[in-house]
C-alpha cells in the first residue's frame, strides 16, 4: 500500500514539473517561437507583438463559443417547459390547425373577421378596467368609445366603425401588463398546456382577468364556456397567416426563439403606451362613411 501511495505521489510531481516547465517564460521560448516572432510581414518589417495581439483579439470576437445567447427571462423550469411545449406543438399541427383549416372551408373570411370583432368587444371590460388601473384614462376613454359604437353602430360588436371609420383601434391591456407597470417582474418563465407562453406574473394577470370576462357570467355550463372559448381560439387560429410555421422554420431551436420573443413583447407592451390615436384631436367618424353594406365590403 507505501509503495502505491509513493508511486502516486512521484507521478503527481513529475506531472507538476512539467506544466511549470511548459509556463515557465525562459523554458518555453524555444527557438522555433523566437524564429516565427522574428517573422518578417511582406512589406520587410518585422512582425511585432501588437500584431500578434491584434490577431488574437480579432479572433476572440468571432468566436461563436465566447458568447452566449442573453436570457431576457429566467427559466429554471426549462425541462418541463419543452416537454409541454412538444406536447403543444403536436397538438396544433395534428389538431388545432387543421380544425382551423377546416372551419375556413365552412365559414368565409369576412364572416370569421366578425366573430374576431364580436369576442373582441366582449372583452373590452378587461382592457378598460386594466387601462384604468393603469391610469392610462386615454387608452380607458378610447375603450368606453369604441364599445359604444361598435355595439351599436356595430351591430353587437360584429364590425369595427370605431377603427374602420374612426381610426380609433383598440389597446392592448391586460392584467399582467399592469402588474408589470408597477414593477412586478415577470418571474419565471411558463409554458402553459394548450395556451403557451407566459410567465408567473402574466399567468396570475390572466387568471384575475378572466374574473372580468362576461361569458363569466352568462350562466353558462362549464362545457359550454370551454366550447365558446375553444370557438374564439380556432377563429383566431383561422385568421392566422401561418405565423407559428413560419418560426419553426426559420429557427434553429424554436422554444429559445418564441422565449425570447414573448419576453421582449411583453417588455414592450409595459414600457410603451399602446394607444394609436388622439381621439380628442380626430374627428370620431364620417358620417358620410356610415354605411353598412361598405363594412361589409360590397
Known amino acids: 500500500m507505501l509503495r502505491i501511495v509513493t508511486i502516486l505521489l ?5 506531472l507538476l514539473g512539467l506544466v511549470f516547465a511548459a509556463t515557465d517564460p525562459a523554458v518555453a521560448e524555444s527557438p522555433k517561437v523566437t524564429a516565427a516572432a522574428a517573422t518578417e510581414s511582406p512589406d520587410g518589417i518585422p512582425a511585432d507583438d501588437f500584431d500578434a495581439d491584434f490577431d488574437a483579439d480579432f479572433d476572440d470576437d468571432f468566436d461563436s463559443s465566447s458568447t452566449t445567447p442573453e436570457r431576457l427571462i429566467a427559466d429554471p423550469l426549462e425541462p418541463f417547459n419543452r416537454g409541454v411545449f412538444w406536447i403543444n406543438d403536436k397538438l396544433y399541427f395534428y389538431f388545432f390547425k387543421p380544425v382551423a383549416k377546416g372551419y375556413r372551408l365552412v365559414l368565409p373570411r369576412p364572416a370569421r373577421v366578425s366573430v374576431s370583432h364580436f369576442f373582441s368587444n366582449l372583452a373590452t371590460p378587461i382592457r378598460a378596467g386594466n387601462a384604468l388601473l393603469q391610469c392610462e384614462f386615454r387608452s380607458f376613454g378610447t375603450e368606453i368609445y369604441r364599445f359604444v359604437i361598435n355595439s351599436t353602430f356595430g351591430i353587437a360588436g360584429l364590425f369595427d366603425p370605431a ?10 391591456k391586460d392584467f399582467g401588463q399592469t402588474l408589470g407597470r408597477y414593477g412586478v417582474g415577470p418571474g419565471f418563465y411558463l409554458v402553459l398546456p394548450i395556451v403557451g407562453p407566459s410567465s408567473l406574473r402574466d399567468g396570475t394577470g390572466a387568471f384575475v382577468d378572466s374574473f372580468a370576462d362576461p361569458l363569466r357570467y352568462a350562466n353558462l355550463r362549464t362545457r359550454e364556456y370551454l366550447a365558446i372559448k375553444f370557438w374564439a381560439a380556432e377563429n383566431r387560429l383561422s385568421l392566422d397567416q401561418d405565423t407559428y410555421e ?5 429557427s434553429l431551436d424554436p422554444y429559445l426563439f418564441i422565449r425570447s420573443a414573448y419576453a421582449q413583447l411583453r ?3 409595459i414600457t410603451q403606451n399602446s394607444y394609436d390615436i388622439n381621439m380628442f384631436e380626430e374627428p370620431a367618424f364620417d358620417s358620410r362613411n356610415l354605411d353598412p353594406l361598405e363594412w361589409l365590403g360590397f
Open 10 to 14: 512521484t507521478s503527481y510531481f513529475m
Open 163 to 172: 377603427a374602420n371609420i374612426g381610426g380609433v383601434k383598440k389597446t392592448s
Open 246 to 250: 413560419g418560426v419553426i422554420a426559420d
Open 267 to 269: 417588455q414592450a407592451h
